[in-house]
């Protein structure tokens, strides 16, 4: 069992690394918003191929399987137990809409005094982009958590 003060070094350094990050938590949400996704009108596949690279890339093991051709679901998963933490998410986003509505364009992932617009930036890669790089930097503290941490 570890010390009060060595779990708040733990928490502490955690919080420096995602406070670091957030480049590169852009990025990705970036590199996820620019692949269309529009459900039944694009296949979700290019969108898991992006965040399984992801998981692979910060050592983050990670299965997939399908119910339905180009609609894969995948699990990235670091530590064991009983009891953890789940982040969910969903690849796909709603229609444009009116596309004359759009002042960007809604696959750009453009940025625009401090905030990211684009089909899918709020809901949901954003979430999914801050759960595969906190994922990343749990790894490091993978023989210290008290349960697995996945997201599906």
Known sequence: MLSEGKK?????????????GKDEML???????QIPSV???????????????ALE????????????PERPCLLGSIGSGEEGVLFVGHMDTV???EPAHWTVDP???EVRG????????CD?????????????????????????VLLA
Do not use: M
């Open 8 to 20: 708040e070094a733990i928490r502490s350094e955690i919080w420096g690394r995602i406070e670091a």
């Open 107 to 109: 696959f750009g992932g």
């Open 114 to 121: 401090g905030r990211l617009y684009g089909r899918g930036a």
């Open 39 to 53: 459900n039944g009108v694009h296949p979700e596949q290019a969108v898991a191929d992006a965040i399984v690279e």
């Open 27 to 33: 990025r990705l949400c970036q590199r996820l918003v």
């Open 124 to 148: 949901n890669k954003a979430g999914i982009a801050v759960a595969i790089t906190l994922l990343g930097y749990l790894r490091d503290y993978e023989e210290v958590l008290r349960g697995p």
């Open 95 to 97: 229609a444009i809409g």
């Open 57 to 68: 890339e910060r050592g983050t093991p990670v299965h997939t399987w399908s119910f339905a």
